[in-house]
């Protein structure tokens, strides 16, 4: 059972507290109760008082639980915060509320990709890429960048085959793009692809690049990922009733029982659900669909056979027993409501100033004259100083501009190539051309915080925020806390990450 605190059911709004009856309240008043149950933001049940997410410290791989602040409540990142501070946080354990154990933890490898951790496992998730507040209370979702995912492939209740079910998540509607697989929801026990209709599971995004899946619009869909396929209805290919949802908080609706299925979808801020399809299977008695072969797994940010290539964030998602009525449905995205998620800031310590020319050094001891300089293309650190030709002074300056991918963060345009940005590709920091593609404004946006080793700021990838601008070797990349690289090495990180902002010597 849900680790349910002993205060009384009902108990009065307090600090953390949000409304008297959680999405799995108002799921098993609907005769369909949850099986999983998982959120980094709050407690999805009224009296649910246990561990929400695990995280596990850069410093000394230490990890710590984050519970709700109160029973019902909103997780208390204050406790993550201190845990984290003056480190980096991944997040290794989604705990399942329902009480079935159905824990994710990351996605080891399967028939489409290896991921690129050790062993082939997929990344973990940045504890601190997502951001937001609940009732102004503040708390941190799962921002799942390219090769990010989690799993649970020992599931406990889930539906198997063709049994009835129904699942819903919060995800950040403008956070995406054309890959597999954005998904949450039930997958292969066996990280394969066995065939058609082994899967039923939430998708948010562009679709997977084949040209199979969409809607009107240019996205992103709320879709169906059913295996070997992304149905927006019962059509394989196209939905002219499925309406591009972007909403900056998305709340996303699938659900299946025999020869049925629905699509529903909202603004998890404001309004009620919509039911973009709700109809047969896709090719009708005869097709591979019409008896589902659901195998029960739980699969967050990938595709069951591990399809890893996909972005989002999620907030918070169950699974049901069960098809639950559009009724109950209703009534969660009522509590999601009222719940009053909203954007929270990306960045913290020293601010940078938007339109300002600045310089960025190097703070690692003995190496403390040298400033993040481009050479054409190449950013690496080179020596600056007042003595300095002019040319180099300029090539060492760039002006803040407001995040290209998102207007929280900051991207970095070089004063002597106008139109020039600072960019990831591959890992290493670049100077490219905008060419005003989604993919380019990602890879140059970038978040600041105060510097980890103390001093001035440290500047994370929006699109990869377990990585930050390092100087390695000479040269400038964006580097994990520990990872696959030798540019991740843990030895000298914290200085490594950490540079001085300053006047820029050009302008």
């Not at 008082?49 to 710590?64: E, F, H, I, V």
């Not at 339109?355 to 690692?364: A, I």
């Not at 000479?474 to 914290?494: Q, T």
Request: aromatic share 10%; net charge negative.
């Amino acid at each position: 059972m849900p680790a349910f605190s002993k205060i009384a059911m009902g108990v009065a709004a307090t600090v953390g507290t949000l409304v008297s009856a959680g999405p799995c309240d108002i799921y098993a008043a609907g005769g369909t109760p949850c099986v999983a149950a998982h959120s980094t933001t709050r407690a999805l049940y009224d009296r649910y008082t246990g561990s929400l997410y695990q995280l596990k410290r850069g410093s000394d791989d230490a990890r710590r639980d984050v519970f709700p602040l109160t029973a019902g409540g909103v997780a208390d990142a204050a406790s993550q915060d201190a845990f984290c501070a003056g480190t980096t946080c991944l997040i290794t354990i989604i705990y399942d509320q329902s009480g079935r154990s159905n824990d994710l933890t990351q996605a080891p490898p399967g028939g489409a990709a290896r991921g690129p951790d050790a062993d082939g496992y997929d990344y973990l998730a940045s504890a601190i890429g997502a951001p937001v507040t609940l009732n102004g209370h503040k708390a941190y979702g799962v921002f799942s960048s390219p090769f990010t995912g989690y799993r649970n492939d020992r599931p406990n209740g889930t539906a198997v085959l063709d049994q009835p079910e129904g699942m819903y998540a919060v995800f950040d509607g403008t956070h995406y793009n054309t890959a597999c697989c954005f998904d949450y929801g039930n997958a292969e026990i066996h990280n394969d692809d066995p065939g058609n209709a082994h899967m039923e599971a939430i998708y948010f995004g562009t679709g997977d690049g084949s040209g199979r899946g969409s809607g009107t619009g240019s996205g992103p869909w709320i879709m169906a990922d059913l295996e070997n396929g992304l149905f927006p209805s019962d059509d394989h290919i196209h939905s002219p009733n499925l309406p591009t949802t972007n909403s900056r908080f998305v709340t996303a609706v699938v659900k299946g029982e025999h020869n049925h299925w629905a699509i529903r979808g909202g603004n998890g801020q404001q309004g009620s659900l919509s039911t973009f399809y709700n109809g047969v299977r896709p090719d009708g008695p005869n097709g591979e669909y019409f008896n589902m072969k659901k195998e029960g797994a739980i699969i967050l940010g990938i595709g069951g056979d591990n399809s890893n290539g996909a972005q989002g964030t999620f907030y918070e998602g169950v699974m049901t027993t069960g098809f639950p009525s559009d009724d109950t449905e209703n009534k969660v995205q009522a509590n999601i409501v009222a719940a009053k998620y909203a954007p929270a800031d990306l960045n913290s310590g020293p601010g940078l100033q938007i339109g300002s020319s600045v310089s960025v050094r190097v703070t690692t001891p003995g190496y403390s004259d040298r400033y993040i300089v481009h050479d054409r293309d190449t950013v690496d650190t080179q020596v600056v100083n007042s003595n300095s030709d002019f040319g180099l002074k300029q090539r060492a300056s760039f002006h803040i501009r407001q995040g290209l991918g998102n207007s929280g963060c900051y991207s970095f345009e070089s004063v002597d190539s106008p139109g020039q940005f600072v960019r990831h590709s591959n890992y290493k920091l670049v100077l490219n051309q905008n060419d005003n593609s989604k993919i380019f404004h990602e890879d140059a946006t970038f978040c600041s915080q105060a510097g980890l080793n103390g001093q001035g700021n440290s500047i994370r990838s929006w699109s990869y925020p377990t990585r930050y601008w390092r100087h390695f070797g000479g040269i400038g990349y964006i580097s994990s806390n520990g990872g696959p690289h030798d540019f991740d090495a843990k030895f000298a990180f914290n200085d490594d990450v950490s540079f001085v902002v300053s006047t820029g010597f050009a302008s």
